[in-house]
């Protein structure tokens, strides 16, 4: 991935694009907090999952990894603000937490990824190399928390739907990027990217039928 994102920033518009998307997301769910005063339809605990692939960015300081491409400043920032995100779903706005659907254990999600880090990584064996694969692999699932949560509430807002819609379109340029430079790409990330497309298709799925069903229950999607 170091090479492929070497490669967009030959392409100064893909790669000016690929860096707001990867940004905005962590920005639509903070401007969801901020203006509704509630952080319901987020799930806490993919922001959790979030926040450690993050993690693992800021530690791999010389961007020897697929999860490490990103410039440090993008990667601070994604971190900070995953951490922000946290803080304020747990802490300021906790009660008004969909607590009861967001009920996915995490540790049915780590632990596997956390097995195929031990033999589906790149680079060497090093601790770092195991916790940067481990990274990459709990970056496929991380939404799937959230995914859970959606099909357990009956309304979603437009800011949770913008939040799916941006995290997809950045894993479509990246898909795209890839296309361009098919020859230099390495297997893990666009394993990583073709999955999440998967997962978003069924969260954009999930929402399709919650609008549909407006007006058959006593539940509206809100605007």
């Not at 440090?72 to 802490?91: C, D, E, H, K, N």
């Amino acid at each position: 991935l170091r090479c492929i994102y070497s490669k967009m920033h030959s392409f100064p518009l893909m790669a000016l694009l690929g860096d707001l998307l990867h940004v905005l997301p962590s920005v639509i769910l903070l401007a969801k907090l901020w203006r509704t005063n509630s952080c319901a339809g987020i799930s806490g605990k993919s922001q959790i999952l979030y926040a450690f692939v993050f993690s693992a960015q800021v530690l791999d300081v010389y961007g020897t990894s697929s999860l490490g491409s990103n410039p440090p400043w993008m990667r601070v920032s994604l971190l900070l603000t995953s951490y922000l995100i946290v803080f304020l779903i747990y802490g300021p706005y906790r009660k008004t937490y969909d607590r009861d659907q967001d009920v996915l254990y995490n540790e049915f999600l780590v632990l596997p990824c956390f097995l195929l880090a031990l033999f589906a990584k790149e680079g060497n064996s090093s601790p770092e190399a195991v916790l940067l694969a481990f990274a990459a692999w709990l970056e496929i699932v991380a939404i799937v928390p959230q995914l859970e949560l959606l099909c357990g509430v009956q309304s979603v807002d437009n800011y949770v739907v913008s939040y799916l819609v941006s995290l997809a379109l950045y894993r479509t340029i990246f898909i795209l990027n890839w296309a361009v430079q098919a020859s230099e790409a390495v297997a893990l990330p666009i394993i990583v990217s073709f999955v999440q497309i998967l997962l978003f298709v069924v969260a954009f799925l999930r929402v399709f039928k919650l609008k549909q069903t407006k007006e058959k229950v006593p539940y509206d999607v809100v605007e």
